[in-house]
């Protein structure tokens, strides 16, 4: 009987190894799919974190030329008002009537127009 099941042994044996090189070759070919797939997700997460690094610089960029620009246009527009309060003072002085009674008054307006330029 014992030998009867050497023979049975070695054919179950044989079989196991089968199986198990057939579930060997499957997992490798899931490994490499599965390896394939990692380095595609790799690719995309480094894309998309170039993509979001750009981004940033552009907005900092931007937020950098805005308030520049604020600043400029800011002095710019008070400048242009001041200019408007320069005009209405010499306006006051030529449409004043130039008298004693009105002599404090010029000289007010004189002293501001003065101080503007």
């Not at 057939?22 to 997460?45: G, H, N, P």
């Not at 805005?66 to 002095?75: I, L, P, R």
């Not at 209405?88 to 002085?93: P, Q």
Request: proline share 2%.
């Amino acid at each position: 009987m014992s030998e009867n099941q050497t023979p049975d042994t070695s054919q179950i044996d044989a079989e196991t190894e089968k199986e198990l090189q057939e579930f060997l070759e499957v997992s490798e070919t899931d490994v490499e799919a599965l390896t394939a797939k990692v380095a595609e997700l790799e690719a995309q997460i480094k894309d998309t974190q170039l993509r979001a690094q750009a981004e940033i610089r552009n907005i900092q960029s931007r937020a950098e030329r805005d308030v520049s620009n604020a600043h400029k246009f800011g002095v710019e527009k008070f400048a242009n008002s001041l200019l408007d309060v320069v005009d209405n003072l010499e306006r006051a002085l030529a449409a004043a009537p130039q008298d004693e009674a009105n002599k404090g008054l010029i000289d007010g307006l004189q002293l501001t127009h003065k101080a503007f330029l």
